[in-house]
C-alpha cells in the first residue's frame, strides 16, 4: 500500500507506506463561557479544527547507506512543505483527497543497514475529504428537479454555472432555489457568458465560453445567498421572470467528515 502526494506515488520513490491509525474525528474547536452565577459553564457551540494523517514509511533496501540518504533527499523535494498545500491520496481510501501538507520534522531511523524508517504527519487544515471523482448535474429547464448526492456524508458547497440572457432591466431576473434558499440573479447576463457562483469560496463571476473571467459575479446576485447540498434528495426550481433560461451545471464539491 502507499500514498499520491501531488500525483507522484510513493513506490516511485521506492518507499512503502502504511497508516496505522485514523484520526476518525478532528479535535473540535469548543466555545465555552463562564457565567457568574450559574453552575459549570455555558455552551456556545463548536465547530472543527485541522486534521492530521500519520503514515509510517519504509525504505525499500537499498546498496548502501549513501544511496539511502540520495533518496531521502529525493523523498524531501517531493515533499517540501515550503511548496503549501497538495492533493493527498491514500490508497486505501482511493475515492477521496485531502488538501495537505508535512507539518512535523522527518527522522529516518536506520534499519539494517541500508534501509530506513520513518513516520510522515500531514496536516489538513481543511479537515474535509472531497471526492476525487465528484457528482455533477445539469438542469436544462425551469421548474422543480430533484438532484441526488450519493457521494459524501455531510453537505457540501457546490459550484453552479448558470447560462442564460437576462437584460439589465429590474423587472427582468433568474431564481435559482435550492432546498428552500433562493438565489435571485439579476442583469446583465448575455447569451455567451456564463455566471459561475462558488459556495465554498463565496464568490461569483462571470466568464466568456472559453473561461475568460469577463468581470466580477457578486454584482448580479440580488443577495450573497450561497446553495448548499446535502446528501441525498435535493431539490432545485429554477424559475425566470422576463428572462431567458439555457443550463444550470451543479458540481457538487461531495465531501466526508
Not at 485514523?22 to 479544527?49: H, K, Y
Not at 540520495?70 to 491514500?90: F, M, R, S, T, Y
Not at 475515492?95 to 536506520?110: G, I, K, P, S, T
Not at 473571467?213 to 445567498?225: A, C, I, K, Q, W
Request: charged share 20%.
Amino acid at each position: 500500500m502507499g500514498f499520491t502526494f501531488d500525483g507522484v506515488h510513493s513506490k516511485n520513490m521506492k518507499i512503502t507506506a502504511r497508516i496505522v491509525s485514523w484520526q476518525v474525528s478532528p479535535a473540535p474547536r469548543n466555545a465555552f463561557e463562564v457565567i457568574p452565577g450559574r453552575m459549570g459553564i455555558a455552551d456556545l457551540g463548536s465547530d472543527t479544527s485541522e486534521k492530521y494523517i500519520k503514515v509510517i514509511c519504509n525504505i525499500f533496501p537499498q546498496h548502501s547507506f549513501t544511496e539511502v540518504i540520495h533518496l531521502l533527499d529525493d523523498v524531501a523535494e517531493w515533499l517540501n512543505p515550503n511548496l503549501g498545500l497538495k492533493q493527498l491520496v491514500l490508497d486505501d481510501i482511493p475515492n477521496r483527497y485531502f488538501l495537505a501538507r508535512l507539518v512535523e520534522e522527518v527522522d529516518c531511523e536506520r534499519i539494517l543497514r541500508s534501509a530506513g524508517s520513518f513516520e510522515l504527519t500531514f496536516v489538513c487544515p481543511d479537515p474535509y475529504g472531497y471526492a476525487i471523482t465528484d457528482e455533477q448535474f445539469t438542469i436544462n429547464s425551469t421548474g422543480s428537479h430533484v438532484v441526488d448526492r450519493e457521494l459524501g456524508n455531510i453537505e457540501s458547497f457546490p459550484i453552479y454555472r448558470m447560462k442564460g440572457n437576462i437584460s439589465s432591466s429590474s423587472s427582468t431576473f433568474l431564481t435559482v432555489t435550492t432546498n428552500g434558499e433562493s438565489l435571485k440573479v439579476n442583469g446583465p447576463l448575455s447569451s455567451n457568458e456564463i455566471l459561475i457562483v462558488d459556495s465554498g469560496l463565496l464568490t461569483a463571476k462571470i466568464t466568456d465560453t472559453s473561461g475568460n473571467t469577463v468581470r466580477n459575479g457578486l454584482s448580479v446576485l440580488d443577495e450573497l445567498n450561497f446553495p448548499v447540498l446535502y446528501p441525498g434528495s435535493n431539490e432545485i426550481k429554477v424559475n425566470g421572470t422576463g428572462a431567458a433560461f439555457t443550463e444550470l451545471h451543479v458540481l457538487s464539491q461531495s465531501r466526508w467528515r
